[in-house]
């Protein structure tokens, strides 16, 4: 079966694919550079290649859902997982900055599920996960626009569910708290500490922690479960 990760070069995206590949699918992971799609590439050998896709592009998301309709069959699993925030106290917000990280984090994500859709409806089959972020509920201080997008991809999570269920089409979200990827790993050694305090499992999560859970979303053994977002955040935050 045939899956998409969009934002596959590093960091969570990476896990991901390795993740589903390990379950047997051949991935399209994508990046937003031919030199990154290209390394996508070689990573995974025979078991998926790499592609272009910029998610906040209207252009790029048509080219890259032509691209696929070239393949033998159709996707049959989308994991929306490339994210990005630019973050500004909302006094200071440039109207570019919030419709930038609204089109690439909620927008781009809606057109792939929708470019997608009907060769999973055709399949009577399909799973969609979408990256969210624990402060989609949380609210984070200068992240209106990331925190916006994100509780609005929850919600076209559950949506989209009600819609799809009966066609043995299930759409989740996951909300990852703090995980040690490239941007948490640049934190300073005090900037990291206050984090910690603020996590009752006491680290950082493993991208693997996250893989994992997407992983089982992807698979067949998770059809009952469809509209939910599933924090991955250890304990940080309940509701
Ligand atoms: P990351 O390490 O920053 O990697 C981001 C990925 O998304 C890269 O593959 C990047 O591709 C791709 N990407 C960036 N901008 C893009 C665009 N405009 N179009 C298409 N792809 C783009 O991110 P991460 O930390 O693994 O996060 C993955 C997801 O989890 C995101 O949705 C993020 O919001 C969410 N999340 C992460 C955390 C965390 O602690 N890390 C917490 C909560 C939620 P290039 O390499 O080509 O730039």
Not at 79 to 91: E, H, K, P, R, T
Request: charged content about 20%.
């Amino acid at each position: 079966m045939i899956a998409v990760v969009t934002g596959a070069t590093r960091g969570i995206g990476e896990a991901i694919a390795n993740q589903l590949i390990q379950a047997g699918h051949y991935v399209i992971g994508t990046a937003t550079s031919a030199s990154g799609a290209e390394a996508i590439g070689e990573r995974l050998g025979a078991k998926g290649e790499g592609a272009v896709l910029d998610v906040g592009d209207r252009d790029s998301l048509d080219a890259f859902l032509d691209h696929l309709k070239t393949s033998d069959e159709p996707p049959l699993v989308l994991v929306n997982n490339a994210g990005f925030n630019q973050d500004n106290l909302s006094l200071r917000m440039k109207p570019e900055e919030w419709s930038h990280v609204i089109h690439g984090n909620l927008s781009g994500p809606f057109y792939l599920i929708q470019g997608l859709l009907r060769g999973m409806v055709k399949a009577r089959f399909g799973r969609v996960v979408n990256l969210s972020s624990v402060v989609a509920r949380m609210g984070n201080a200068g992240q209106a626009n990331y925190a916006a997008a994100k509780g609005g991809m929850e919600a076209l999570t559950r949506s989209l569910a009600i819609e799809l269920a009966a066609r043995n089409i299930t759409v989740n979200a996951v909300a990852p708290g703090f995980i040690e990827t490239d941007m948490t790993r640049a934190l300073s050694e005090a900037q990291r500490a206050a984090m910690l305090v603020r996590i009752p499992a006491n680290r950082l999560g493993s991208v693997e922690d996250v893989a994992a859970l997407v992983g089982f979303l992807c698979s067949e053994h998770s059809g009952f479960i469809t509209g939910e977002t599933i924090q991955v955040n250890g304990g940080m935050y309940l509701s």
